[in-house]
């Protein structure tokens, strides 16, 4: 008998038309889930919708903008009633080329911060607001394992995502707890979604589709398997489902062990032999 984690569940999923967050849409929608997708792109979001079928419902949404984000909410709440998961992921990566912090373009930074903070933030406060009067909720947040080492992106991005599991722990018990509502991130390793690509493409120009994937899924450390969209998706469907109840102000690292670990360059003993 197949068990629908997610029966009757409401979720908005921001940067929902493509990547983690379409992967993540269909995952919900597999468990029972109606998924709103908002997404700023309005090409790709309607197209997302109808390949999900009936159950996955379009929102033009910049979570830049917090009126767009707060009417992504009210739509939700008018089109079903209620909004029991709300999943801000989405993001952007800053320059291809990250700069030195001597040359660090605070426009640049101040665009990145906008969305990945600024944004999640607003997705936090409007799903809040939702969620308080029922008395329960879960919202979930994409951070990065840039945010748990240096290196692994540019210092405005890193900074940003650094950020995001500081919130989460800020108002999972501090508010959210005493109204019965979770709030928990994710942190994936490398994956190679569209924007990721993108993004590596314009570093390596010349390089194929496949290359660009193999380059990015050599990143990770797990030998025998690579980072994917549905890790995460099924990471997110086990934060918002009821197995994950008294889980919360935790951040969940989906990246095959990349940020436990580092080698020591040590010199070799024969060098003293």
Not at 10 to 24: E, N, P, R
Not at 182 to 191: L, M, V, Y
């Amino acid at each position: 008998m197949e068990v629908f984690r997610l029966e009757g569940k409401v979720a908005l999923i921001t940067g929902g038309a493509s990547g983690i967050g379409k992967t993540t849409a269909r995952e919900f929608i597999k468990h029972g889930a109606r998924v709103i997708i908002a997404d700023k792109d309005s090409r790709t979001g309607p197209q997302a919708a109808t390949e999900l079928g009936p159950a996955a419902l379009f929102v033009q949404c910049d979570v830049a903008a917090e009126a767009q984000v707060e009417d992504a909410v009210k739509i939700a709440m008018a089109n079903y009633g209620k909004l029991d998961i709300m999943y801000n992921n989405a993001g952007v990566t800053g320059p291809s080329y990250p700069p030195s912090i001597a040359d660090l373009d605070l426009d640049d930074f101040d665009e990145v911060m906008q969305v990945n903070v600024r944004g999640t933030v607003a997705g936090i406060k409007h799903a809040a607001r939702a969620m308080i009067p029922a008395g329960s909720g879960c919202i979930l947040c994409t951070s990065s394992i840039g945010g748990i080492i240096g290196g692994a992106g540019s210092h405005s991005y890193s900074a940003s995502k650094s950020t995001v599991p500081g919130i989460v722990k800020s108002v999972a018990c501090s508010e959210l707890c005493k109204n019965g509502i979770r709030i928990n991130c994710i942190s994936p390793g490398p994956i190679p979604t569209p924007l990721t690509l993108a993004q590596i493409g314009l570093i390596y120009p010349g390089a194929s589709q496949e290359k660009l994937v193999e380059i990015v899924n050599g990143l990770g450390q797990l030998k025998g398997a690579k980072c994917e969209e549905a890790d995460v998706a099924g990471a997110a469907l086990y934060l918002a489902s009821d197995e994950a109840k008294y889980v919360t102000g935790h951040n969940l690292v989906v990246d095959g062990g990349f940020t436990c670990f580092k080698n020591l360059p040590f010199p070799s003993p024969h060098e003293f032999l």
